[in-house]
């Protein structure tokens, strides 16, 4: 036979699970301090200014698409 469970610790077990994988993403998310915050910010915007430095600009951009 199988082993007796108790319902109602099985579901206070689940739960607290879901609670503490919701607070694990949490953390992850907003665990970051302001340092790295701007560092991350720092990074992105000078992504951003690499890729913007690499568009293709001129005249032909006035022409319609044949």
């Known amino acids: 036979m199988g082993d ?3 319902l ?3 579901r206070k ?3 607290r699970a879901a609670k503490e994988k919701a607070a694990k ?3 992850a ?3 970051t301090t302001k340092a790295e915050r701007s560092l991350t910010k720092a990074s992105e915007e ?4 690499k890729l913007a430095g690499h568009r ?4 032909d951009d006035d022409r319609e698409p044949a």
């Open 4 to 6: 007796v469970i108790n």
């Open 8 to 10: 109602r610790q099985f």
């Open 13 to 15: 077990a689940k739960e």
């Open 25 to 27: 993403e949490n953390r």
């Open 29 to 31: 998310k907003h665990g």
């Open 46 to 49: 000078k992504e951003d200014a």
């Open 56 to 59: 293709l600009t001129g005249e």
